[in-house]
């Protein structure tokens, strides 16, 4: 049976796949913490903002930092259950974190609707912009991250290509922390 | 094309326990401290806020990036070259710090961003912040009350 190459380069001492991936999050690292610094900045030398973000729905917020917690769980067992060679349970636990996913999607498009319905649009002051911004930016992560997950599903369910499990997993785990600060920042300092 | 027995994973998982953790555990310590970080500052005491909201997410940070992203099994240089980024970000944080947060200084001042610490003055200074004026102190017209 041929190896994927990404499983056998490894000068590193890292499969090529997962070094690619580590580069990816650290280049991500730099974006998210570039943008969620200078929104710290601003929060600090504008302590108006606070009257903004009362108006954010912590409990929306508290509801999707659940179902992306959820997520990486299930995302993990997929990883263990590729490792035990069981692509079939590795799909299905892919698709259930999927589906963690499109119900956060959900979640922020009834939040945004209702936010932007209300006049707090990105265009309203600092903080809204930094709101839309940051958070949307990390809908888009969401969005990649559920549609890389349908493909590795798809070909883990033929128990082909069982390493990029565990690489879609890390994504997956990289994009629930940048919201367990956001979640904070944007909805619980009021 | 990979066997399904193949191992693919971290080659020293089985040596540092990394599949006997218990997944769904660790699961449960997060969800619980997301639970305080909500309630925590419903006391409405800043430093309990910090603590619970800022203090516990860098908790719930670092028990998924032990526990799911498996770092604490992987090798030390990917942990060296995920710091640096960390590190890159402070770098940036702290080199404009001082000229966004301080307002003044022996040779500066930043009169829009001190006039936008005033309440009075918040729809004076919006506009030279690119701001629209509404939502200065009070909510834009038609705005739903706080929720």
Known sequence: ?190 | MSSAAEPHGHETEAAHGGHHTNYVKIWGILVVLLVVSVTGPMLEIRIVTLLTAFGIAIVKAYLVAKYFMHLDIEKPFVVKLLVVCLGLMMLFFAATAPDIMKHWGANWRNESAKNANIPEAHHEAAPAHGEAAPAAAAPAPGAAPAR
């Open chain 1, 1 to 190: 049976m041929v190896k994927p190459i990404a499983t056998l380069r490894s000068a590193s001492g890292v499969p090529t796949g997962r070094l690619a991936l580590w580069w990816v999050i650290a280049s991500e690292i730099v974006i998210f913490g570039g943008l969620l610094g200078s929104y710290l900045l601003h929060r600090l030398g504008h302590p108006e903002w606070s009257t903004y973000a009362s108006h954010t729905n912590t409990w929306a917020g508290a509801f999707n930092t659940l179902v992306l917690l959820t997520s990486s769980l299930s995302a993990v067992l997929g990883h263990k259950a590729a490792e035990a060679g069981d692509g079939k349970k590795a799909a299905k636990m892919l698709m259930f974190t999927c589906l963690g996913g499109l119900t956060f999607l959900v979640v922020k498009g009834f939040e945004w609707t209702y936010e932007i319905q209300h006049g707090y649009t990105i265009t309203a002051n600092g903080f809204w912009s930094f709101y839309y911004t940051a958070a949307g930016l990390h809908g888009l992560h969401v969005i990649a991250g559920c549609i890389i997950m349908l493909f590795v599903a798809a070909d883990a369910r033929k128990n082909k290509e069982l390493q990029r499990v565990e690489l879609i997993g890390i994504y997956w785990h990289f994009v629930d922390l940048v919201w367990i600060f956001l979640f904070p920042l944007l909805y619980i300092a009021k």
